[in-house]
């Protein structure tokens, strides 16, 4: 059992197209997370949770939401979809802070927006 | 500012040879946390490493060592007669306690071991 998943693994959508992205997880874990990972910028974070209906922005928020309404949920939306949002996308779970626990991650969802 | 900052992008060995990733960290807590994750060709990320601000005693892992220096701010990390299924992309990460949430990855560098 993987613990977390992500679903699709990969999709091509047109600009200007809604998207959502899920992550569910088994762990029953606290925080999860959304990342975006492009070549020369490593793992950048775009939205986290503390709990049930509880988020926050990350370093790259803009053009994205989520929502969680179950503790093993995550959902991921872009709003309209650009080029830019041409990404692979993470989720990440965490027990507690990450200083503390570190991640584990998804396998990800390679995004293309044409 | 880049909190953490691998500055080898792409490395590429022979096989057996043994290969050291640099990793250089920025901040101003005295509590914080240092990571290693491995990215292998099939795209997951896998968890390495943990390491606290308060034991900089060298670990070792099989073929793999990690070296903490809070004098140079380094966390760097060795592999020993490297393989073939070492190639991957090497991230480095940081967590402060105080910022509790928030990872701050290295852009990685990349390994190549050639057979």
């Known amino acids: 059992d993987a613990g977390i998943t992500q679903s699709p693994r990969h999709k091509v959508t047109e600009t200007g197209t809604p998207v959502t992205l899920r992550c569910h997880q088994t762990?029953?874990?606290?925080?999860m997370y959304w990342y975006r990972q492009d070549p020369g910028h490593g793992l950048r974070l775009i939205h986290y949770s503390y709990g049930v209906k509880d988020t926050d922005k990350g370093e790259v928020s803009d053009g994205y939401s989520v929502s969680r309404s179950k503790t093993e949920d995550f959902l991921l939306t872009l709003e309209s979809a650009t080029s830019s949002q041409t990404s692979v996308y993470f989720c990440a779970i965490s027990e507690g802070t990450v200083a503390n626990y570190g991640y584990t991650f998804g396998s990800g969802t390679r995004l293309t927006v044409v | 500012a880049q909190k953490v900052t691998q500055a080898q992008t792409e490395i590429s060995v022979v096989e057996k040879e043994d290969v050291t990733l640099d990793c250089v960290y920025e901040?101003?807590?005295?509590?914080?946390?240092l990571f290693w994750y491995k990215q292998p060709p099939s795209g997951e990320l896998v968890f390495l490493i943990r390491?606290?601000?308060?034991?900089?005693q060298n670990e070792i892992s099989g073929r793999y060592s990690w070296n903490f220096q809070k004098s140079t701010s380094s966390f760097n990390f060795t592999i020993t007669a490297s393989q073939v299924v070492d190639s991957a992309v090497y991230f480095c990460?940081?967590?402060?306690?105080?910022?509790?949430?928030?990872?701050?990855f290295g852009t990685g560098t990349s390994l190549t071991v050639i057979p």
């Open positions: 390491r606290n601000s308060f034991d900089e």
């Open positions: 762990e029953n874990h606290r925080y």
């Open positions: 901040t101003r807590d005295t509590t914080y946390y």
């Open positions: 990460a940081l967590s402060e306690i105080f910022t509790g949430n928030q990872f701050y």
